[in-house]
C-alpha cells in the first residue's frame, strides 16, 4: 500500500504507541488483579467468571481486522447490497449469546471447566471428545492466527516513518524482504504477545473494551465527516451507480453477483446461527458473572452493532463521491480517514482496525494457551504440577 | 468423579419417568434448562422471521433480476438510503434493536447458574495424575 500521506505526519504513529502503551498498562494491572495461587488459572483463563454485561458485550462484538478495512472495501467496490451481506448482525446478539448463553453458563459452573475442552469432556463424559474438541480449536484458531498477525502488522507498516525502513534494510545488509513490514510484525507481536501472556484473559477483555471503544468512536467520528464531504448518500449512491453500474445501487452488487439472494440466505445463516460455535464467544459465555449480565450484554452488544455497521455502510457508500474510481478498493479506509481528518484525529481512527486485530488476536491466544496448558499438559503430562 | 449429567436423546425433554442418572436436577425439574429452551425457541423462531423477511423483501424490490432491470428512477431514496435497502434491513435493524431491548431487557428470566465447581475439577485432575 502506497503509505504517502501516512508516514510523512507522525500523528498516526503517535496515536498507535499510545494505543499500544495503553494495552499493555491494562495487562500489568490485569496481572495484579490475577495475582494469588488459589484458583489461578480459574482467573488467568476466565477472569474468575466475573465479567459484567458491558465486557461480554464489546468483546463478543466479533470486531476483527475485517471489520475495518476488509468490510469497508466490500461496500465501496459492491455498495448498498453489503449492508444485506451484514444485515443478521442485528440478529445475531440475540442468537449467539441467547441460545446457547444460560446453558453454557450453567454447566461449566456445574462441571468446573474452564476451557471448552473441559466442558465438552466432563459434559459429556468423554475423554476423547475433549482432547478432539482441543485438537480442533487449537488447530483452526492457529490457522486464522496468521491473517491476523499480517493485518497488524500491515497497518504497523503505513503508519511508521519511511525513513525506518531504510534503516533497518541498511543494517540488515539490504535484500528483498519487506522491513517496514517485518518491523510493523515485530512491533505488533510483541505488543500482543506481552499483554495477553502477562495479564491473561482479563488483559484481553479489558483490552478489548478499550479497543471497542476507540473503535465505535472512529467510526462515529468519520461518519458526520464523510456525510458531509460526499454530498449526501442519495448524490454518492448515484455516483457510485456512474462509476460501477446500476448494482451499485441494488443486489446482487456492482461488478458482479458479489451477493445472489441464496448466499444472502447462506449469510444469515453464518453470521447468527454458526457464531453460536466460535469458541471465542464461547469462551465469554462460561466467564460471565450471572444470568442478568447476559442479559443486558445482549442488550448492549445489539446496540453497539447498530451504531458501528449502519454508519459504516453509510460511511463507504458515501467513500464512491468522495474518493472515485480508486483501483485498490483495500485502501478505502486509511485513505479515507487520511483525505476527511486531520493527522491527529486520522492516527485515531486507525486505531480501531488496529484494535480490532489486537483484540482478535489476543482471545484467539488466550484459547490456544488454555488449551495447551489445561487440556496438553495438565490433563495429560503433569497433572499435579502448581498453578502458577 | 464425574459432574456431568446423562444426557437424553431428545435435547429439550426427558422421556416420560425417566431419572436422572446423576444427582442433578431432572431437566424438566430445571428452571435454567426450561426458560433456556423457552427463550432458544423465540430467537430462533425470530431469527428465521428475520431472515426470510429481509431476504424476500430485498429479493423482490432491490434485486436485478432477468426481465426487471432497476435504474438511478428506481432508487427511490429515503433519507439518501435506496428505498429496497431503507425497508429491506435499516428499518428491521431499528425494530430488531427495540425488539431486543424488550426481550433482554423485560422476557428473558434471570436463573441461578449454580456454584462454580471449578476447585473441585481442578483436585479431580490431580488426584488422577497422583492415582495414576
Redesign the interface.
Known sequence: MDSSGLSDHPGPLLALLLFTLVSLALGVVANLTTGGKV?F??KYFLGN?SLGAFAVALTAAVMSGGTFMGFPSLVYSFG??V??WI??Y??A???VL???G??I??LS??????TLP?LFR????SPVLGFLTSLLIMFFLTVNLIPQFKAGALIMKIVLPANASTLFTTAGGGGSTDAAYLIGLAIFTATVVAYTAYGGFLAAIWTDVFQSLVMALGVLILFPLAMAASG???????TG?DQAG??F????GAGRDFHP?GL??SF??MW??TGMGQPSTMVRLMAFR???T???S??YL??YN?LIY?PLI?IFVAARSILPGLSESDEIMPRLVIKLANPHVAGLILAAPYGAVMSTVSGFLLIVASGLVRDVY??FL???ATER | MSRAETPPSDPCRVAEGQAPRSPVPGRRDDPVFVHACREAIIILSFWLAVTVYCCAYSYFFGYIRPGRPLGPDDVRPILGIPSWAFWGFVVPWLLCALFTVWFAGFYMADDDLGDDRAGELDADIRQGGADG
Not at chain 1, 122 to 125: A, D, K
Not at chain 1, 232 to 237: I, K, W
Not at chain 1, 249 to 252: D, I, L, Q, R, V
Open positions: 484458583g488459572l480459574r467468571r448498498w447490497v449492508g444485506l444485515a443478521s442485528m440478529v446478539p440475540l442468537t441467547g441460545v446457547l444460560k446453558r453458563g450453567q459452573r456445574r462441571t468446573g471447566a474452564i473441559d466432563e459434559r459429556y463424559g449526501g448518500l442519495a448524490h454518492a449512491t448515484l451507480m446500476p448494482g445501487a441494488f443486489g446482487p439472494i444472502a440466505v444469515f445463516v447468527a446461527i450471572d444470568s442478568r447476559l442479559r443486558y445482549i442488550l445489539t446496540l447498530a449502519i453509510f495438565q490433563r503433569r497433572p499435579t
